[in-house]
């Protein structure tokens, strides 16, 4: 029998009853084993915070993916690598693997579901038409859902936002997959978003507990499953755009920090204060504005995803209908809007006018010469104080 939005509704919903029963059980554990997060300079917390909140996602997930989904073709798979790449979080949340042990670990869990059918083998460019991959096909897919794992670990700076931004795409590749046919990984998508609204009663500003590596190596993983199941393996050209609009806040985070870590010579893995959250942050935001803010783009990125997918702009030979192409256009140019003005008020790029311009605002008293020093130093180091609270 196929799987409809019925399914989705309550796999969703037994994932996310699952995981908030569970989650305050996860951080008993972790404070009896010591994976326990202290506050430290490059974060956002300000109290000792278990972690380990992962295990909560995972069983949830599990348990509502074999009462709704198939036991056959990739689900085997896909739980089998949710399982692995978990216990590689667990790890890393008490010990601290090296990056490269990570890695490791992290393409070891991925592998799984790619030698089991979940690779994209073809997709559709704009101008370019489809591109079949060949024999490139496991090894780009293997290497974009390991790229997307560390992107989602990447994003958990701050209570709530990794957790936030998995339920937000999750739902939004469901809407997406299940109007493109792929029923199971809507409903799989579904599970994802469930587990993590699930998580979210326990991590929202102030956390009670924190989903640690465990868990957001696998909200990646499982985002990284459903991208390939629910939109990749199509030939619609929203299987490609789809994703990169959906999460274009986290991949513009991480592109970001990353640039910037190599501009300054740094580890690609060293932690530091960079992130749009510590932007925020720095600027005189709380925890729960900094993530709203940022729960906002994400929607709106989102929104713009689900429209390019439903709104009939073109005709099937290709020609656009006025009307809706104009509301399309429109949509696509307050995300351009909104993004720019992010990207302003975050300092991502640095003009020397414009940030003359905020210094002079928000220090009237300081002389130009200081003004000018303060520009200098900003613009070569990148950093810069908060501004108030």
């Known amino acids: ?28 554990l972790a404070r009896r084993v010591g994976a326990v997060d202290a506050p430290r300079d490059r974060g956002l917390a300000d109290r000792e915070t278990p972690l380990l909140g992962g295990l909560g996602i995972l069983v949830g997930v599990v348990l509502a993916a074999w009462i709704w989904l198939p036991h056959s073709g990739t ?32 393409s070891a869990a991925v592998a799984i579901p790619v030698t089991h059918d979940v690779v994209v083998t ?12 060949g024999g490139a096909a496991e090894p780009l897919t293997l290497l974009g859902m390991v790229f997307l794992i560390n992107v989602v670990n990447f994003s958990d700076g701050v209570d709530g936002l990794a957790a936030g931004v998995g339920a937000i795409a999750a739902t939004s590749f469901a809407i997406i997959a299940f109007d493109l046919g792929k029923a199971n990984a809507a409903v799989l998508a579904a599970i994802v978003a469930g587990a993590a609204l699930g998580f979210l ?15 957001s190596n696998l909200l990646g993983y499982l985002l990284g499953t459903v991208i390939v199941e629910g939109t990749l393996k199509t030939n619609a050209l929203i299987a490609l755009v789809g994703p990169l609009v959906v999460l274009a806040v986290p991949f513009l985070d991480t ?20 992130h749009f959250h ?18 906002a783009w994400m929607v709106l990125m989102a929104g713009i995803a689900i429209a390019l997918r439903f709104v009939p702009y073109s005709q099937s030979s290709g020609h656009l209908r006025v009307g809706w192409a104009v509301l399309m ?13 992010l990207v302003y008020v975050l300092e991502i790029l640095k003009f020397r006018r414009l940030t003359a311009l905020r210094e002079r605002r928000l220090r009237p008293q300081v002389s130009e010469g200081e003004v000018d020093e303060r520009v200098t130093e900003r613009l070569e180091t990148g950093e810069w104080e908060a501004v108030g609270r």
């Not at 073809?122 to 991959?133: K, N, Y």
């Not at 592109?255 to 960079?274: C, L, N, S, T």
């Not at 256009?329 to 003005?341: E, H, K, N, P, R």
Request: hydrophobic share 55%.
């Open 278 to 295: 510590h932007r925020l942050a720095n600027i005189g935001f709380s925890q729960r504005r900094t993530v709203l803010y940022l729960y």
């Open 75 to 106: 689900t085997p798979a896909i739980l089998l690598g949710a399982v692995v790449i978990t216990l590689v979080g667990v790890l890393d949340d008490l010990v601290d693997l090296p990056a490269v042990v990570k890695l490791a670990g992290q």
């Open 201 to 215: 009663v326990h991590n929202f500003h102030p956390a009670a507990v924190f989903m640690g590596d465990c868990g």
């Open 122 to 133: 073809t997709f559709t460019l704009p101008f370019l038409g489809r591109v079949d991959l």
């Open 1 to 28: 029998m196929a799987l409809d939005g019925v399914d989705a509704v309550l796999a969703g919903g037994a994932a996310a009853a699952v995981t908030a029963a569970l989650t305050p059980a996860a951080g008993r």
């Open 255 to 274: 592109g970001f920090v990353v640039a910037k870590r190599i501009k300054y010579h740094r580890p690609v893995y060293e932690a530091d204060r960079w």
């Open 329 to 341: 256009g429109a949509l696509l140019l307050i995300g351009l809007v909104a993004s720019v003005y």
